[in-house]
């Protein structure tokens, strides 16, 4: 349970990160997360799914929800007098969900409908392409939403017993972040989330991640209207004493001032692209960078993944001004300030890399990033950031595709 006080507004949001997701299922129930979280505003033994969701509504609040490859997240907003009853209704859902059968089918449509909405998505559309092939062996491939055919068919007894497994609380994170006082709010905690005792987990599979050993470009058209390119970058895990730098790294790539990235693509008469940016995946076993780039000409894809390329490999040796990293390192600590003031969004920008490194690590980060020098930047795109083995995949429209390279 982690607890923080924020008094800038009469509002309290708690949010609860189970760690359930794709991640942990398998090729048979793929999916079963992103439904589950569905099926929880359902109705519970004692109120009905209008006692759950219309209820918070009518106090004033917001309740949503949302499913990662490594966290399901239930998030809760209300002002602070009726934290109680929100929180009662809270533990009600995660607990003791009982799945009426005659609301089942309907679940099952509105997650397919959400499938096929996706399906047609451009950006849906390339990550998946990209995942199939940069976690290709290993659980990180898998859609989150699953596949059609088995949200279609997958019992409700199965999901049932995955419910079980995995939604007890010694499986949560529950956060709280708003306008309240830490011991009166302890008080509701017991009341509420405190009367379920720690259960039996079921083992968590070992998760295998295959390592990038070579160059791999993989090919593909698809009904989307630009070109898409993806890098993936594998990179050491949070746990790396160069972690830091490299999530530095990530901030400088994205600063249209500073990022050559965005300087050699996106600039200039000619740009070879329209947009490109950097995003860095944290997981338990590894972290990576995933830079990706669009261009309304589909000629200049091999230009362009060649061009990010160089521009990663130069890195080690590119000019870094103290005054870049306490520039970027202010815009990251107002940035999480800002955030903190938007309540529940603070759960969904922070949720994965919470769940996975725990609250203390995401809290420092910022302070971490301030202390990087340049000489550990260098040195960490020096070891880390040499674009030998990476996996690229480019994602074309219908009657563009050239001969397929590798």
Do not use: C
Request: charged share 25%.
């Amino acid at each position: 349970v982690i607890l923080k006080e924020n008094h800038s507004s009469p509002m309290i949001a708690s949010i609860v990160f189970v760690r359930s997701g794709s991640k942990y299922e398998t090729d048979f129930n793929n999916g079963a997360t992103h439904f589950l979280e569905h099926l929880l505003f359902n109705g519970t033994a004692t109120r009905t799914q209008e006692q759950i969701s219309d209820r918070i509504k009518n106090l004033g609040g917001y309740i949503n929800a949302f499913t990662r490859k490594e966290v399901t997240g239930y998030l809760s907003l209300v002002p602070r007098e009726h934290i109680g009853e929100a929180l009662d209704i809270q533990q009600d859902m995660l607990f003791n969900s009982i799945f009426p059968e005659d609301r089942f089918p309907k679940e099952r449509k509105i997650v397919i409908e959400e499938i096929r909405k996706d399906s047609d998505s451009p950006d849906y559309i390339a990550e998946l392409f990209h995942d199939r092939w940069a976690y290709q062996g290993s659980p990180y491939a898998r859609p989150v939403l699953g596949y059609e055919n088995l949200i279609s068919t997958v019992p409700r007894d199965d999901v049932i017993d995955y419910y079980h497994a995995f939604y007890q609380p010694n499986n949560m994170i529950l956060l709280l972040i708003g306008d309240f006082a830490t011991d009166a709010l302890k008080k509701e905690l017991d009341q509420t989330f405190g009367q379920y005792p720690a259960r039996p987990l079921p083992s968590r599979p070992v998760v295998t991640v295959p390592e990038i050993t070579s160059a791999v470009t993989q090919r593909t058209t698809a009904e989307i209207g630009e070109t898409r390119i993806d890098v993936h970058l594998r990179l050491p895990s949070y746990r790396d004493p160069s972690y830091a730098a490299l999530s530095l790294w990530s901030e400088l790539l994205n600063d249209e001032a500073f990022s050559p990235l965005v300087q050699n693509l996106t600039k200039g008469e000619d740009a070879l692209a329209t947009r490109v940016s950097v995003s860095m995946e944290t997981q338990e076993e590894f972290s990576a960078y995933r830079i990706s780039a669009a261009t309304d000409d589909a000629g200049r894809a091999d230009q362009i993944l060649s061009e990010i390329l160089k521009t990663v490999r130069g890195l080690s040796t590119a000019p870094i001004r103290a005054e870049d990293i306490q520039t970027i390192a202010t815009r990251l600590r107002v940035a999480d300030i800002f955030l903190r003031e938007k309540l529940h969004y603070y759960a969904f920008m922070k949720a994965p890399m919470l769940a996975v490194t725990g609250y203390e690590f995401v809290d420092q980060l910022a302070e971490r990033v301030a202390q990087v020098t340049p000489q550990q930047l260098q040195r960490a795109a020096s070891q880390h950031l040499r674009a030998e083995a990476y996996v690229a995949t480019i994602v074309k429209p219908p009657d563009t595709m050239a001969s397929s390279g590798g």
